[in-house]
């Protein structure tokens, strides 16, 4: 006996197709895809009106387990992820200790299988501690699964090691996954430099913090021939380096976070700490300039980079409080509403973005639907208008600067490896 999904509008992210189609579940794979399945002997899950897209994947996800299990832990954020309708995500090593060993590769990788929520691909650390100095051992490192090197949190300051972890990150084929902040220039700054930081008078991280070092990168990424992807892009500047670079075929990709392509500087202004995140919201300038790298492939692909805080630290202030939002829960309905439903962007277009494109560059499995792959895939309703309730989050973390927003697009069912792993009980 299987599970028969039943009359969904099945968006394919690879056609740019979608149509009403049942897709029947043997175990953890889809066994056929087809118009009015035979019912008979299977369990019959009813669709109908819902829109069925290949589960979302985030690679940028911060877990905070090991260390910080009063911000996150690997089962709350999955069940997180599984309530924003992501059956796969990536986390990122920057918890305590460090993840720059194998064995924390495996034990993030075998928890989360434990709960089964989603798959987790650890990102392991470039540099030991991500100190930014000695290399991490790449090849125990991926043989115990991670997908990716980051020191995210922190830039590599020296150009030398980021050669270094580029050349050792090619042999293994594996990107090099870029936070870009120049320290000398972004300071103790706490939000955008600009008139906004002027007007509040707080110190400000400058444009050129992100743009130099991400100059940097794609140069060194040409010399080396590796590939380099870049974190959370913000600068319009940025955008460009990018854009140039790709004319130039150097293996550079790169993720724009929800945050960065719908909010300004001027959110701090009335939101403070809780509009506080690293990069920093900019200009308006630099926002549209996001929305048309997404809109011309500069910028391949979405990632929340869910970042996790509890009140008490985000109620220490915009200067002294820690940078980062939660993402999981609420992204896809932002993007839905803010370009989907506004016409800017096709429905399969956003699935490309937040599944396909990430499966294809950090090559994981999903990204599609298809008979013999995974079930891995979300239902979301895109015809009812619902608030953004922090109250019912999965997540420990409340830290989003998107509380209270009307959206279309919540997932009502995540089906992980054939599994239901979040059901909306509304
Ligand atoms: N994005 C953030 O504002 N914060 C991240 C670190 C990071 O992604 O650089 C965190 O770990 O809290
Ligand atoms: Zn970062
Ligand atoms: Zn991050």
């Known amino acids: 006996m299987g599970r028969l999904f039943q009359g969904a509008v099945v968006v394919d992210p690879m056609t740019g197709q979608s149509r009403v189609l049942d897709l029947l579940v043997e175990g953890q794979m889809i066994a056929q895809i087809g118009v009015d399945l035979e019912t008979s002997s299977h369990e019959v899950i009813d669709l109908r009106g819902l829109h069925v897209l290949p589960g979302l994947i985030d690679p940028h996800v911060h877990l905070r387990e090991p260390g910080q299990t009063h911000k996150e832990t ?52 470039i540099t030991k501690g991500s100190k930014g100095e000695e290399l991490t ?12 090197f980051s020191d995210d949190g922190r830039g590599v300051q020296s150009a030398r090691v980021m050669r270094d972890a580029l050349m050792a990150a090619k042999l293994l084929d594996l990107p090099i996954i870029v936070h870009a902040e120049d320290e000398t220039l972004s300071g103790a700054g706490c939000m955008n430099a600009g008139d906004v930081a002027q007007q509040l008078q707080v110190p400000g991280i400058l444009s050129s913090a992100e743009t130099v070092m991400i100059a940097r990168d794609v140069i060194l990424a040409q010399e080396t021939g590796a ?51 690293n990069p920093p919201l900019r200009s308006e300038a630099d926002r549209a300039a996001c929305v048309r790298g997404l809109l011309d492939g500069t910028l391949d692909m979405v990632a929340t980079d869910h970042a996790p805080h509890t009140e008490e630290e985000k109620a220490r202030g915009l200067v002294s409080g820690p940078f980062g939002f939660v993402g999981l829960e609420v992204s896809f309905p932002l993007l839905y509403t803010a370009f989907v439903k506004s ?12 599944s396909t494109a990430p499966a294809k560059h950090f090559h994981l499995p999903g990204g599609r639907i ?57």
């Open 74 to 125: 690997i089962e709350t954020g999955t069940m997180a992820a599984a309530a924003g309708g992501f059956t796969q995500i990536c986390c990122m090593p920057n918890t305590s200790p460090i993840v720059d060993s194998s064995e924390w590769v495996t034990f993030i990788r075998t928890t989360a299988d434990r709960f089964g929520y989603a798959t987790v691909h650890p990102i392991a650390a």
């Open 137 to 148: 051992d790449f090849d125990a490192l991926k043989k115990a699964g991670a997908v990716g």
């Open 227 to 277: 590939h380099v992807h870049m974190c959370h892009v913000s600068p319009e500047a940025a955008v460009s380096v990018i854009r140039y670079a790709k004319q130039q075929h150097v293996h550079v990709t790169a993720e724009v976070t929800p945050h960065h392509l719908l909010l300004t500087d001027e959110l701090v202004l009335t939101l403070g700490a809780q509009a506080k995140v």
């Open 343 to 354: 016409g800017i962007l096709s429905l399969e277009k956003l699935a490309y973005m937040m």
């Open 370 to 426: 298809e008979v013999g792959g995974l079930a891995d895939f979300v239902a979301v309703d895109i015809a009812h208008e619902r608030r953004v309730d922090v109250a019912r989050f999965r997540s420990k973390g409340r830290n989003t600067p998107f509380v209270n927003r009307m959206l279309y697009g919540f997932p009502v069912m995540t089906i992980h490896r054939g599994q239901t792993v979040f059901l909306d009980a509304q």
